[in-house]
């Protein structure tokens, strides 16, 4: 099954995006994943959940939140 995962994470340098595309890239059952640098926005699709990007984000010391509360709480 295909999820779309959306999340807000603060990208503000190339050091940052390299290193949360690296982590993305471990997770199983990605098809694709991709960021939006204006947006700070990281997409993901595939065999995942929000709570596994989120987890692995997290790992790397970044901070992420689920697109959608971002929309509802701005």
Same mark, same amino acid.
């Given at each position: 099954?295909?999820?779309?995962? #959306? @999340?807000?994470?603060? @990208?503000?340098? #190339?050091?940052? /995006?390299? %290193? /949360?595309?690296? +982590? &993305?890239?471990?997770?199983?059952?990605?098809?694709?994943?991709?960021?939006? *640098?204006?947006?700070? %926005?990281? &997409?993901?699709? =595939?065999?995942?959940?929000?709570?596994?990007v *989120?987890?692995? /984000?997290?790992k /790397? =010391?970044?901070? +992420?939140?689920?697109?959608?509360?971002? +929309?509802?709480?701005?």
């Amino acid at each position: 099954m295909t999820n779309l995962v #959306e @999340l807000k994470v603060n @990208l503000h340098c #190339e050091e940052c /995006i390299k %290193k /949360i595309l690296k +982590a &993305i890239k471990k997770l199983q059952d990605i098809e694709t994943y991709n960021v939006d *640098i204006q947006l700070n %926005k990281v &997409i993901v699709t =595939g065999n995942v959940t929000t709570e596994e990007v *989120i987890k692995v /984000i997290h790992k /790397i =010391g970044k901070t +992420a939140t689920n697109w959608e509360e971002v +929309a509802t709480n701005s």
